[in-house]
Structure formats: C-alpha cells, structure tokens
C-alpha cells in the first residue's frame, strides 16, 4: 500500500512537471511572436539606409542570394517589356509606398494586369524580411528621392 502510494506521488510529479514544461513551451511561442515582421517594424522611408539600400542592389541583381529581379525588370529596373518599369512613377499593384511595394514584392503578382508573365513571390526564391526590406528599399530608391 505504501509503496503504491509513493509511486501514485511520483506519477503526479511527473505529470506536474510535464504540465509546467508546456507552460514554457507556450511562453517561448509568444517569445518567438515578438520578432519582427512586415506588420510590426516601421516603413518610414527615414529608416531606409545606404546599408539596406546596398544589400538590396546586390539581391535585385542577382549578386547574392537564388533570385534576379532585373532578369524581368531590367538591371535598371526600368527594361518594361515583360515587366513593369519599377522607376517611374505608375503602380499598377499599390500605391508606391515602401510598404506597398513590399506587399507585392512579397506576394508576387499572380493576376498581372499589363504584361502575360505572373511574377513569383519575392521573384521566385523566398528571402527574409530583412533582404525583402531592402530590396523593396531598393526598388523605391529608383523612383524616390531619400
Ligand atoms: C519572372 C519575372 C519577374 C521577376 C523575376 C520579378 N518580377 Fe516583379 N513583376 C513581374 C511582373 C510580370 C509584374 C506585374 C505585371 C503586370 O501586372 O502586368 C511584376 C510586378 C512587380 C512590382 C509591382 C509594380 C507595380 O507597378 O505595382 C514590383 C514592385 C516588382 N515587380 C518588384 C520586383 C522585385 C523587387 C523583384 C525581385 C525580388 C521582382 N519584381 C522579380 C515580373 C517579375
């Protein structure tokens, strides 16, 4: 009996402590939550600098990471045969913002409305919101005075 009862006390120990390791589980969840994302950090062009603006040159042109904007866009960004111009200033997919630019850059466009090619999201490797930031910084460069 007495040895039943310590096993019953040792079982709900360790149910205690597998309940109590779940809390923490939760908690570095809502840890993991607090990084940054396109809907928390600023989109105030006053953020965009010559840092970002260079990493975002090397992306859209292919130098580093698996994707080449200016495949499509031309390496000025401006080529509009298969692919929007990206310097002036007409938005076919958002009002032009660094924000909204970043929104199709991320998305991709899927239902083009002047050319026949779709654009892939972020042009077809995914990149993480400090390279899509920059090279969206990049791309509102062309067509805004910093
Ligand atoms: C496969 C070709 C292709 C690649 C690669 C590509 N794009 Fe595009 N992009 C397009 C097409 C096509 C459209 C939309 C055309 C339409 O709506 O008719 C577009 C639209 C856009 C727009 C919206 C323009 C507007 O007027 O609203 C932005 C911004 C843009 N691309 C940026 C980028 C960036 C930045 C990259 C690289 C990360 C990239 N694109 C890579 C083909 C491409």
């Not at 298969?82 to 991320?106: F, M, R, Y």
Request: proline content about 6%; glycine content about 10%; aromatic content about 6%.
């Amino acid at each position: 009996m007495r040895r039943t009862l310590i096993s019953l006390t040792l079982l709900l120990g360790a149910m205690a402590c597998g309940a109590k390791g779940d809390d923490d589980n939760g908690a570095s969840k809502r840890d993991d939550d607090k990084a940054p994302t396109a809907e928390t950090v600023s989109w105030d062009p006053k953020e965009i600098t010559p840092q970002m603006l260079a990493l975002g040159d090397s992306l859209f042109h292919g130098l580093i990471g698996a994707t080449s904007c200016q495949s499509c866009h031309g390496p000025k960004g401006d080529q509009g045969t298969v692919a929007p111009n990206l310097t002036d200033a007409e938005w076919l997919h958002s009002d032009g913002s660094w924000e909204g630019i970043h929104k199709t850059v991320s998305s991709g466009v899927m239902a083009p409305k002047q050319f026949t090619s779709i654009m892939p999201p972020f042009g077809g490797a995914p990149l993480k919101l400090e390279q899509s930031r920059a090279v969206t910084a990049y791309v509102y460069s062309l067509s805004h005075k910093l």
